[in-house]
Nanobody, 115 residues
Framework: QVQLVESGGGLVQAGGSLRLSCAAS????????MGWHRQAPGKQRELVAY???????NYVDSVKGRFTISRDNAKNTVYLQMNALKPEDTAVYYC?????????WGQGTQVTVSS
């Protein structure tokens, strides 16, 4: 069973930046898509950004131009660089892997953006 471990969350002021990391326990990037979801209090979980196993990147409109998803194959790690953060970006961010090896979620990391 693949395991995903997120890190990098925290408290930041509006306009600031954070980089989230998601370390996979196995080499899965050639087999699976990798994505970042977030869930704010009282709201449904939404897909924020994802990268296909072929390397294509997709973003929800609300983060386009501010967030960047990337991966380091040698480190089995996916990143979410978040710039120009807004209070509405406050949420628990989850890493997700889906594809040949099935579906796996990380435990989540809290991002809080103060105004």
């Amino acid at each position: 069973q693949v395991q995903l471990v997120e890190s990098g969350g925290g408290l930041v002021q509006a306009g600031g930046s954070l980089r989230l990391s998601c370390a996979a326990s196995e080499r899965i990037f050639s087999l699976n898509n990798m994505g970042w979801h977030r869930q704010a209090p009282g709201k449904q979980r939404e897909l924020v950004a994802y990268m296909t196993r072929g390397g294509s990147r997709n973003y929800v409109d609300s983060v386009k131009g501010r967030f960047t998803i990337s991966r380091d194959n040698a480190k089995n790690t996916v990143y979410l660089q978040m710039n120009a953060l807004k209070p509405e970006d406050t949420a628990v961010y989850y890493c997700r892997s889906w594809g040949v090896t099935g579906e796996t979620w990380g435990q989540g990391t809290q991002v809080t953006v103060s105004s």
